[in-house]
Structure formats: structure tokens, C-alpha cells
């Protein structure tokens, strides 16, 4: 358990306080991050009772379960809808009223940390279920990619919000969802085909994809202003 509890624990963790360091200007409070980091972790349980009822809406549809449109379904629909909204909910109930989040990278912190939180729980389950064995797999950062796109697009919705201009807030609140949902889909879908072109095309995208976006990371930092 303790292996577990390690591998499932510190990866998350260095890469918040990696975050937290880029978070020159005002740090945020680690009380905060840490609940936002719990936030994250308890909404993994939302997004499985979610997934279990749109598992069973696509069976009641009859969709066949090994089909391509089932695969598509619940990778898309099911799956990273799921997941990518109830982290995203997990990141506001936890600080989008509160007096700290007050920087556009504020939003960044928060919801890669509200992803990690969700990760760290879910390769915990996991681990527990399949074994250590997974656990390199299960280092594949999709979660803070995902996080990292979320927040860069709340951190926009947010200063929209707080100026009056509600179309704007709405649209940068659908991308904050949108974007997540298609890298997530997409990800699992190319590796639940079996198609191993499909697999190894995903998995260098995705490595592609963390080096823009953590590279990105670095200048948002610099560039972060108060909203």
C-alpha cells in the first residue's frame, strides 16, 4: 500500500510545487491548494457515477459494445465529459469566489491541481485493483495537460466575468470544457480501438502536446496579470 500510495501521490505533488514556483507574483495559499487538491480527488467519485450512467444509457440503446460508435461514445460522451466536468466543477466550488484567485494564472494552478487531485486518486484505485505494474502507464499526463488548457481558458472567463462582458465569459467557459473533452476523448478513443498505429500516434501526440504546453506554462507565468 505504501508503494501505492507513493507512486499514486508524489507525481502529482512535485508538479504542483513545480506550478508553485512559477507563481511569482502572488503565491497562493498552500491551505488552498490543498483543498482544491482534495476538491479534485473526491470528484473522481462523481465522474464514476456518472460514466456508470451513461455506460448504461449507450447499453440501453443498444449499441454494441465493441462496435466503433460505442467506442467513440464512451470515450467522448461518457468518459472525458465526465471526468473533464467534474474536475472543472471540483475547481470552482473550491476557490472561483474566493478573494485568492485574483491572477490568471491563479486559474491554472487551481485546475491542474483540481486534475492532479483527480489523477492521483484514480491511478490509487487503479494500482489497488490491477497492481504496481501500471504504474508507468499511468504516469502519462493527460489530466494536466488537460488541467493546464481548462485553466488557461477559465483564467479568461473569470476576467470576463469580473468586467461585465457575459458573452465573452461564455464562450471562454465552453472552451474551458470543450478543449479537455476533445484531448481526453481523443486519447482514449485512439488507445480503446487497439489499432497500435492509432496507440502510437496518440502517445506522441500527447508527448508533443506536454512539451508545447508545459513550455507555454513557463510564459503565461511570466506574463500572468490581475484580473
Sequence with gaps: MNVI?????????LLIIYM???DRIEKEP??????T??????SAFAAMALETLGESILSALGIYEESLLYIFLSNFLVVAVSEELSKRTAMKLA???????????DAVIYS???ALGFAALENILYMISFGTGIALARLIPTHSI??????????VAKTA???????RRSLYMKLSLLIPILIHGFYDFCLSTGSDTLSLFVLVFIFILTIISWSRLKKYAREDQQI
Design 5 to 13: 500510495l507513493a507512486w499514486g501521490l508524489i507525481p502529482p505533488i
Design 20 to 22: 508553485y514556483r512559477l
Design 30 to 35: 498552500a491551505g488552498l491548494i490543498f483543498k
Design 37 to 42: 487538491f482534495l476538491f479534485g480527488a473526491l
Design 95 to 105: 476557490v472561483w469566489n474566493h478573494p485568492e484567485f485574483n491572477f490568471r494564472f
Design 112 to 114: 491542474v491541481t483540481a
Design 146 to 155: 488537460c488541467g493546464l488548457f481548462m485553466g488557461a481558458f477559465l483564467g
Design 161 to 167: 466575468e469580473l468586467d461585465g462582458n457575459l458573452a
